[in-house]
Nanobody, 125 residues
Framework: QFTLVESGGGLVQPGGSLRLSCKAIGLPLKDYGTGWFRQTPGKERELVSYISRTGTTEFSDSVKGRFTISRDDAENTVNLQMNSLKPDDTGVYYC???????????????????WGQGTQVTVSS
């Protein structure tokens, strides 16, 4: 049995920063690819950032240059540093993990069998 637990969400003004953390219990994130997804009402869950098992990072165009993703193998966490936040960044952020040794390019939500419960991020003045 394994669990992913997100933390770090909250209310922040435009231009501010937040750091989200995804801690895994019972699953070694160093052996998995981990993605951060954002969901807003009426929209599909969107992948905003991904870090592969080998440490390769990816970002959606909407967050490129503002967000960074990193993994702490000692703490078994993946962190998403979000800077220069905009109101459009508002949503529920989920971390998700998949064993990416096979089909390493898969990025759809359905490709990720392991999900956290989500953390709300609200960017508003």
């Amino acid at each position: 049995q394994f669990t992913l637990v997100e933390s770090g969400g909250g209310l922040v003004q435009p231009g501010g920063s937040l750091r989200l953390s995804c801690k895994a219990i019972g699953l070694p994130l160093k052996d998995y690819g981990t993605g951060w997804f954002r969901q807003t009402p009426g929209k599909e869950r969107e992948l905003v950032s991904y870090i592969s098992r080998t440490g390769t990072t990816e970002f959606s165009d909407s967050v490129k240059g503002r967000f960074t993703i990193s993994r702490d193998d000692a703490e078994n966490t993946v962190n998403l540093q979000m800077n220069s936040l905009k109101p459009d960044d508002t949503g529920v952020y989920y971390c998700a993990a998949r064993f990416d040794l096979f089909d390493p390019g898969a990025r759809r939500p359905s490709d990720f069998p392991n999900w956290g419960q989500g953390t709300q991020v609200t960017v508003s003045s």
